[in-house]
T-cell receptor, first 113, second 111 residues
Framework: DTGVSQDPRHKITKRGQNVTFRCDPISEHNRLYWYRQTLGQGPEFLTYFQNEAQLEKSRLLSDRFSAERPKGSFSTLEIQRTEQGDSAMYLC???????????FGPGTRLLVL | DAKTTQPPSMDCAEGRAANLPCNHSTISGNEYVYWYRQIHSQGPQYIIHGLKNNETNEMASLIITEDRKSSTLILPHATLRDTAVYYCIVRVLYNNNDMRFGAGTRLTVKP
């Protein structure tokens, strides 16, 4: 089963450090999405790509966050100068253009100490 | 995208049908109803979606009222592994932007 995969699954870091997460979408999917989920809440949209192009960013995506999808396949989400408020589950999803169903990965759980 | 309202929690006995309601009274004619679930510490899992006709797949059935202002997700024979948070989302099918998740319904299946 070649579903959406994310790495790492868990990350503990100290405040002020930079972290990077990776997402590998379903191979034929050209759209890729990043969400953030805090405890007890539903996922909140951060940004999405169509192929290499980043088409939309949420207000939640502060300037400390940057996402890339350089070859239109995998994507990375980097958080610079992490803060305790960045502690959350970071979810990646992918979909096929023209068809709305998004398929999610298992998420990366970040804890900032 | 239209807003949805779901009960915060529900219980269901193992082996019985679980009926999860969702109100979406402001739904537009081109908006679909999607259901996802999230088992603890995992990513959301797609279950089913529909426009106005009832839909069934191997996981669940989706019943949408004739006026499309509400829907019910039915898990016909709930198991302990169906314990999860269930999210009802309405959106345009070909809107490939974000999914707007609410707080969902926490379903607990009890033995």
């Amino acid at each position: 089963d070649t579903g959406v995969s994310q790495d790492p699954r868990h990350k503990i870091t100290k405040r002020g450090q930079n972290v990077t997460f990776r997402c590998d979408p379903i191979s034929e999917h050209n759209r890729l999405y990043w969400y953030r989920q805090t405890l007890g809440q539903g996922p909140e949209f951060l940004t999405y790509f169509q192929n290499e192009a980043q088409l939309e960013k949420s207000r939640l995506l502060s300037d400390r966050f940057s996402a890339e999808r350089p070859k239109g396949s995998f994507s990375t989400l980097e958080i610079q100068r992490t803060e305790q408020g960045d502690s959350a589950m970071y979810l990646c999803a992918s979909s096929l253009e023209g068809y709305g169903t998004q398929y999610f990965g298992p998420g990366t759980r970040l804890l900032v100490l | 995208d239209a807003k949805t309202t779901q009960p915060p929690s529900m219980d269901c006995a193992e082996g019985r049908a679980a009926n999860l309601p969702c109100n979406h009274s402001t739904i537009s004619g081109n908006e679909y109803v999607y259901w996802y679930r999230q088992i603890h510490s995992q990513g959301p899992q797609y279950i089913i979606h529909g426009l106005k006709n009832n839909e069934t797949n191997e996981m669940a059935s989706l019943i949408i009222t004739e006026d499309r202002k509400s829907s019910t997700l039915i898990l016909p024979h709930a198991t302990l592994r169906d314990t999860a948070v269930y999210y009802c989302i309405v959106r345009v099918l070909y809107n490939n932007n974000d999914m707007r998740f609410g707080a969902g319904t926490r379903l607990t299946v009890k033995p």
